[in-house]
């Protein structure tokens, strides 16, 4: 794939995994939240950007106040009547209170993901990171993940996972774009668990460098192909067509 010719670094770690033989599939049913343990956030404030949140998340109750569990509605937490949340754009540590906030972003001192840089091009670099290695930092990373994505169950069991973040280097920071995550060990010949570019990062084209980028994975490492887990998202939908599209179009050319 001529994409990552440039850009490609080795990544010794996706080829052998010190993973247990343990479906992680199974593991994430097995802590499915109930839907009265989702807590409904209207708005979430990232990276300078305030966006509404398209999906609720099992953030814990008790260390957000005024948020309550849905279905039950929201009492109010700004002046529109919304629940907003804080979420640091370098550790994905998050915070109610907009105090608390501010406080944190002048004291994280963490200026990239906190694993290896496994392709770069540019601004552009996506890092490879073991679940098991910062697993508070991929459990916070996935409790924002699910404000945009629908069908979601892996939140705090992520040391059976690989996750691969796409980040746009700015002055001293790497910014968090959107991200996907592998299991360790696929059974069903998986290639990606989930994938998510957040929405201000959108229509840019990131999605389909995180799908090829699971592909040149499995190229790489695997004999073969491998596919996306079901079921896909209507985003998902769009960025695999949108991937194949462009792959087509490369191929005729």
Not at 27 to 56: F, N
Not at 116 to 123: E, S
Not at 141 to 156: S, V
Not at 225 to 251: C, D, F, K, M, N
């Amino acid at each position: 794939m001529p994409l990552f010719r440039a850009g490609w670094q080795a990544s010794p770690a996706a080829a052998v995994s010190s993973a247990p033989p343990s479906t992680a599939a199974g593991a994430a049913a097995s802590h499915a939240p109930h839907v009265d343990a989702l807590a409904h956030i209207d708005l979430v404030v990232y990276a300078g950007y305030e966006i509404r949140a398209q999906y609720p998340s099992p953030y814990p109750l008790e260390e957000l106040p005024g948020a309550t569990p849905t279905p039950a509605p929201a009492p109010a937490s700004t002046l529109t009547g919304e629940v907003k949340l804080f979420v640091c754009d370098r550790c994905f540590k998050y915070m109610a209170l907009p105090a608390a906030y501010l406080a944190h972003q002048k004291e994280c001192q963490i200026t990239k993901p906190p694993g290896r840089r496994v392709y770069q091009r540019g601004a552009t670099s996506i890092w490879e990171i073991d679940g098991a290695q910062a697993k508070l930092y991929c459990q916070n990373l996935c409790l924002f993940a699910k404000l945009f994505i629908e069908h979601k169950y892996m939140f705090f069991d992520v040391e059976s996972f690989t996750f691969y973040l796409l980040t746009e280097a700015m002055g001293k920071q790497e910014w968090v774009l959107g991200y996907f995550s592998k299991e360790k060990i696929s059974y069903d010949d998986y290639n990606l668990a989930c994938i998510v570019v957040f929405p201000p990062f959108r229509q840019r084209g990131w999605a389909t460098l995180l799908i090829e980028f699971s592909y040149e994975l499995s190229r790489r490492y695997s004999a073969t192909p491998g596919t996306p887990e079901r079921p896909l998202s209507e985003l998902g939908q769009r960025g695999y067509l949108a991937y194949w599209i462009s792959l087509l179009v490369r191929y005729f050319r």
